[in-house]
């Protein structure tokens, strides 16, 4: 059944899996889910689009469904519009795919379509040195945009501070934006202890993190501080 983000309790967590101990995924999503994430976040990479290859269709079939939350998946692929309804298909809740991944508009839209008509949620993902502004034409149609706060393609990167202000025009230009509903902001790359309470004053709501969670013994403790925003 299709989730509502609307409906959801902000901030929200999103462990990134790309951190976890691959050997023992089950344990790891018990454990995110016990410390309260309500989104999993999924980073699929095709070794194209960004140079790394991680989690594919058959991984989200695989575990989509041993868990609660919501699969948050980001796909770091070429070609979107082909693959983002075959990870719906496979569990996926929200794909977000990449504007920088598709040559032209048609292409972006198709894309957003495709997901939807599967029965997902769509998000779009801007990495660090494309412009908000490209995102205008988008807000009316996606459930959820994410600003990348490193370059996509692997974990434990530091934050980029012009992130920040990154959130700021968005906040700006959803403001403007008519639609009953406005997307949901998610920021990924580099959210740890000094820099999720700026991502949240910022205008954050979903705060994906990998290496500050996953592989340390108080992994509850820092989502419970994540969600309160200190
Ligand atoms: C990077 C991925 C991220 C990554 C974040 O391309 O999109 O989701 O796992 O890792 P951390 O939280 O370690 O920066
Ligand atoms: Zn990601």
Redesign the pocket.
């Known amino acids: 059944m299709m989730k509502d983000l609307h409906s959801m309790t902000y901030p929200a967590v999103s462990p ?1 899996l ?2 976890a101990d691959k050997a023992r995924i089950g344990d790891e999503l018990a454990r995110a889910e016990r410390a309260g994430a309500t989104f999993i ?1 999924i ?1 699929v ?1 095709d070794g194209k689009f ?1 140079p790394n290859v991680s989690f594919s269709l058959d991984f989200v079939r695989e575990y989509a469904h041993k868990h609660h939350m919501v699969n948050d998946v ?1 796909i ?1 692929v070429e070609e979107p519009w082909v693959l983002a309804p075959k990870f719906v298909e496979a569990g996926a809740d929200i794909v977000t795919f990449h504007y920088e991944a598709c040559p032209d508009q048609t292409l972006r839209f198709a894309t957003i379509e495709a997901i939807h008509r599967a029965g997902g949620l769509a998000g779009i993902s801007i990495k660090p040195d494309t412009p908000v502004s490209v995102l205008e034409p988008f807000l009316p149609y996606v459930d959820l945009i994410l600003i ?1 706060s ?8 530091p ?1 980029l501070p012009g992130s920040l202000e990154k959130l700021d025009e968005l906040k700006a230009l959803l403001a403007q934006n008519t639609k009953k509903y406005a997307p949901v902001i998610e920021i ?5 202890e000094d820099t999720y309470n700026k991502a949240l004053a910022h205008g954050a709501q979903i705060l ?5 969670l996953f592989g340390h013994e108080d992994f509850a403790d820092r989502v419970a501080l994540m969600l309160q925003g200190r």
């Open positions: 990134s790309l951190a976040h980073d990479m960004v980001h770091m990348m490193v370059e996509p393609g692997k974990g434990g990167q934050f990924d790359g580099g959210i740890k994906v993190a990998g290496s500050y």
